[in-house]
């Protein structure tokens, strides 16, 4: 079923030459190549139809939608009949009507006609086209062969397959393979005994299905419907809005009743998913409402003590009471904030300028620092503005894609179905990570190369590429010589064109073959558009920088920077990742990525914002529990963000959040740093407040309320309170005002408004006066920074080495039904598919400790030990293991330690160095865990607050 | 703050700059690269390891927190 607000136009647009034709005595003018039944929507005509669909190709299989056209004896199938000049087409006759009717009484005959009580009433195809065509009953009555009394397959926790309603359009299979492209659905057997089928005919929980709901919204009947229209009901609302997962940040329709979402359907009109969703974004919304949803500010004195329900006031006046007070006795830089990616554009704003502006401190900093801060740099740095340079339509164009350290499928899904898409018409494929992602091969896909490197041997791998592209004479002279630094080149070729950097000496540090490395060089640098995509496989290394700046070095080498097709495209992890960045969050910047020494923008914004600002950058988190840790930094909000959860040697990060002395957290939950937290503000969820997220794309989405927030204030309002209590004035009626302030100081976003949003659903920035629409492609005629600038990229080998007491090398990700640190889908039933996080390990490694799958195994680093069960798989190389962390218990980050990146300080989550042990119980450290746990989320009401230390 | 975790961090910055600073240049790159990014007392922390000796920092490390030293003392007698 799809939105309720949704007109579908029959089949897809296409873009042919005008074409001028009859339908019905209307002219009607419209490009070549599109259908008949398109053509007379457009018009204003609906033509009956059942298996068609505008996001799906003409299938021609109901026979509903049968036209007459002058000159043709037939009755040919408007969904699948083209449009010609001239052409005089007939939808409605009394010979249609009887051919419509009697099509349409044959599947009635099959289908019970208890419309009342069904969930898709109102809504459904097949109940509107007969009222459509006439029919309210079959003439053939309930004797025969029937389709009825078949098993409903309710294994999917978030809808039902009820084959007494499948009409066999083929509509779920084909949006399975064109939109989705898992091609899990299949129609199995032949003619009347055909019927859908999930994989081999199994469960749809058990089968490939990837549960992104694609065939739920393209059913026409209720066959496929989600639960959530016989438990909240039919919606009665549709709000237009953005997703709160990851970075691809999908626009949905949040369909409500009763101030409850119903469904979240994805919007057709979406830039960044055009009608496509995932099991995250479509499905997993219900943490919103979770019983564990934290709605009465508490505060208590000590971590030791029970949590104390308070008063909104009470407790902005104690939080801001003890920020004064540390800041009287500590000095004014011994406090500091931390903006979350999960929050939008102007409440990450409001922080730092809470920070900057009512602390007097620049030490604000944003969970951007453990995932992409070294691509703000490295981008910044090479080609001068630290974002992507594309849209992601542009991988359509796109002929040879390289990813990099990513795992679309899992990560971003959405954009992988656009990715597998133009894969499957023909574009090619290279893979460069330790693990065998789906990408490397899956239905209709298969990486043309992938270079199962060694973990933590990036640089090594891009710099043999970039030798065999220089070397072998297929460098970009003309391109570089016209928009590049032609010194920094001169010396940066030199350094590639080291027999060190070739592909065979480095063989022995990279694992990858060197003959594979020249092959992918090779097909990235001869494409005529060549594509690099790279997550946190590339930034989380303590040479993340370096690896950015060698792959900006390969885009610019090539000339692959600057129109569609090509690019360098960082895909972020969390949804406003970008906009975090944007907004100024980092300690060194203001919004719009200017340096706070840069006398001239320091002066704007104190003058904007009537205060003295510091022109020091201030500390980074890790610097923060540094600082923490010696007794120069006591205090800290944190919106949204779980520092304790995500950030690496939790050891260490327990005890710097241990040692403040007022912990403020502003969260939907008592999450991992709330354990150690003085103040607790609750938070309000996407779909409880007004704003604007930005995706990997720079695309600015409107981030709409759908629901009342829970505890009756939106995030920014929380925010301007607690500034107020500090003594600076915050006082914005609405974030439309916060967007426009930050217009008005930011070059990037001077044309951007809610008004501009509304008007064009979404814009990419810089969108200025230059580019009052905003910028899709950026670098288009030269780079923001004037010349690409080439830097020297070094290998430097991690120093987390393996050894022989720790002789495995961990690496960690994501899988698809988890998010991040799985503090909103851990409470959903995407725990269906992923209840607790494991280790995967190799057979042969397996094999010599003893190992089987589901086995529970210590892991033991140089930081600290956890114990999680195994899983035996070929997936990943002999010598890594590979686990997830989305599972406070799990204790990932209890393994993972304090290296980071030389530029930026982005943890080195993807190298550790371990030994794996079979083992009988929980490590010492989840014993421990679980205690404090308990300990620290109690609650009581009536207990008095006792002296701040 | 503590020595050990900002000489790791210089040094870690000096690895960088070794290759892609131009002849003599690396100490000076070195050094802005911590003066934009380092909070004071993060500067002010390896100034006063140096003071002490400065173990365990590289030889274009250690020139780069000398210029961050001498600009330091300067910035203090304007």
């Known amino acids: ?949 | 703050m503590d020595a050990d975790y900002l000489i790791k961090m210089a040094n870690q910055i000096g690895a960088f700059f070794h290759g892609e600073s131009a002849p003599g240049q690396a100490p000076a790159d070195i050094a802005g690269h911590i003066e934009r990014f380092w909070d004071k007392r993060m500067k002010a922390a390896i100034v006063a390891h140096l003071a002490a000796g400065g173990h365990g920092l590289e030889p274009a490390v250690r020139g780069a927190v000398e210029i961050i030293a001498r600009a330091q003392t300067a910035k203090a007698a304007s």
């Not at chain 1, 801060?373 to 164009?397: C, N, R, W």
Request: charged residues 20%.
């Open chain 1, 1 to 949: 079923m799809y939105a309720i607000d949704h007109h579908d136009l029959g089949t897809p647009a296409t873009d042919g030459a005008p074409v001028t034709l009859d339908i019905d005595g209307q002219s009607v003018t419209v490009p070549a190549g599109t259908s008949l039944m398109r053509a007379a929507a457009l018009a204003g005509g609906a033509i009956p139809k059942l298996c068609a669909t505008d996001t799906l190709k003409a299938f021609g299989s109901c026979r509903l939608c049968l036209v007459e056209i002058e000159g043709r004896k037939d009755f040919p199938a408007s969904c699948t009949t083209p449009v010609a000049s001239g052409m005089k087409v007939r939808t409605q006759s009394e010979t249609l009507s009887k051919l419509r009717r009697g099509v349409m009484e044959l599947y009635v005959s099959d289908h019970p006609l208890e419309c009342a009580t069904c969930p898709a009433q109102g809504h459904c195809e097949l109940e509107s086209m007969a009222e459509a065509v006439g029919v309210k009953a079959s003439p053939y009555g309930g004797t025969g062969p029937r389709h009825q009394g078949q098993p409903l397959d309710n294994s999917n926790p978030y809808f039902n397959f009820n084959p007494d309603l499948c009409i066999v359009c083929s509509r779920c299979v084909r949006a399975c393979n064109e939109v989705q492209g898992t091609f899990a659905l299949s129609i199995d057997s032949r003619g009347f005994a055909s019927k859908i089928a999930a994989s081999q005919d199994e469960l749809f929980i058990t089968s490939e299905c990837v549960s992104c709901g694609a065939c739920v919204e393209s059913c026409p009947t209720a066959a496929l419907s989600e639960k959530s229209l016989i438990t909240v009901g039919k919606p009665t609302e549709a709000v237009s809005t953005t997703c709160a997962y990851c970075g691809v940040g999908c626009s949905f329709v949040a369909e409500v009743k009763d101030n409850a979402v119903v469904r979240m359907a994805p919007n057709r009109d979406g830039d960044a998913n055009h009608g496509h969703a995932c099991v995250k974004g479509r499905f997993a919304y219900g943490y919103a409402t979770h019983a564990d949803r934290i709605t009465k500010p508490m505060v208590r004195a000590n971590i030791t003590d029970p949590w104390r329900e308070v008063s909104w006031d009470e407790a902005i006046a104690y939080a801001a009471g003890e920020f004064k007070r540390i800041q009287a006795k500590y000095g004014r830089d011994s406090i500091g904030g931390i903006t979350s990616s999960r929050c939008t554009n102007e409440e990450t704003y409001l922080v730092q300028k809470l920070v900057r502006a009512a602390f007097g401190t620049n030490n604000v900093d944003t969970c951007a620092r453990v995932c992409h801060s070294p691509t703000g740099y490295g981008l910044k740095a090479t080609i001068g503005e630290s974002a992507g340079t594309q849209a992601f339509t542009s991988v359509m164009d796109a002929d040879v894609i390289v990813v990099i350290g990513a795992n679309p499928t899992d990560g971003h899904p959405v954009f992988a179905s656009q990715l597998k898409r133009r894969l499957r018409q023909g574009a090619k494929l290279v893979v460069i990570d330790p693990r065998a992602i789906d990408l490397v091969r899956t239905p209709h896909v298969r990486a043309e190369h992938h270079l199962a490197l060694k973990p933590g041997t990036n640089v090594a791998v891009v710099n043999a590429i970039a030798h065999v592209v220089v070397t072998e004479g297929l460098a970009r002279e003309d391109y570089v010589a016209e928009r590049c630094d032609t010194d920094s080149y001169a010396r940066w070729k030199a350094f590639v064109s080291q027999p060190a950097n070739s592909p065979e000496a480095l063989e022995a540090v990279t694992g990858v073959p060197a003959a594979t490395v020249r092959a992918a060089a090779r097909l990235y640098a001869t494409a005529k558009n060549g594509a690099i995509y790279y997550g946190l496989g590339v930034t989380e290394h303590s040479q993340g920088t370096t690896t950015v700046m060698a792959i900006a070095n390969l885009a610019m080498v090539t000339g692959n920077v600057g129109r569609e097709g090509v690019g360098i495209n960082p895909l972020r992890g969390q949804n406003n990742v970008q906009g975090s960045c944007d907004m100024g969050s980092f300690p060194h910047e203001f919004p719009g990525y200017r340096h706070v020494s840069d006398e001239a923008t320091r002066q704007l914004f104190s003058s904007a914002w009537g205060v003295p600002l510091q022109g020091e950058p201030g500390l980074r988190i890790p610097n923060m529990f540094e600082a923490a840790l010696d007794g120069s930094f006591k205090g800290l909000y944190v919106q949204g963000e779980d520092i304790a959860q995500s950030d690496p040697n939790t050891q260490h990060v327990s005890a710097a959040l241990t040692s403040l002395e007022c912990l403020v957290v502003q969260d939907l939950f008592l999450c991992e740093t709330a354990k150690f937290a003085h103040v607790f503000l609750p938070g309000s969820s996407f779909l409880e407040k007004d704003g604007t997220f930005t995706n990997a794309e720079r695309r600015i989405s409107r981030v709409r309320q759908a629901i009342e927030p829970l505890a009756g204030l939106a995030d920014w309002e929380v925010t301007c309170r607690l500034s107020n209590a500090l003594g600076y004035p915050m006082n914005y009626a609405h974030p439309s005002e916060i967007m426009d302030e930050i217009a008005r100081l930011t070059p990037t976003f001077t044309g951007v408004s809610y008004e501009a949003l509304d008007r064009l659903g979404s814009i990419q920035w810089p969108c200025n006066a230059d580019a009052p629409d905003g910028t899709p492609t950026m670098h288009i005629e030269r780079f923001v920074r004037g010349v690409g600038r080439f830097y020297v990229t070094e290998y430097v080998p991690t120093d987390e080495r393996v050894n022989s007491r720790f002789p495995l090398i961990l690496t960690t990700g994501r899988i698809l039904s988890q998010y991040n640190v799985g503090a909103q889908t851990r409470r959903t039933d995407n725990v269906a598919w992923h209840s607790e996080d494991r280790l995967e390990i190799h057979p042969d490694d397996a094999e010599a400790r003893g190992i089987n799958s589901g086995d529970w195994v210590g892991i033991a680093s140089r930081a600290g030990d956890t114990v999680l069960r195994a899983t035996v798989t070929e997936r990943v190389q002999q010598g890594v293991v590979y686990t997830t962390f989305h599972f406070p218990e799990s204790g990932a980050n209890v393994i993972t330690t304090d290296n980071s990146d030389w530029a930026t300080n982005c943890p080195e989550y993807k190298v550790t160095a371990v030994q794996v042990t079979k083992v009988s119980q929980p490590s010492e450290w989840q014993t421990r865990y679980r205690q404090f746990s308990k300990e620290t989320t109690r609650v009581a009401r009536e207990t008095p607050l006792s002296t701040a230390g």
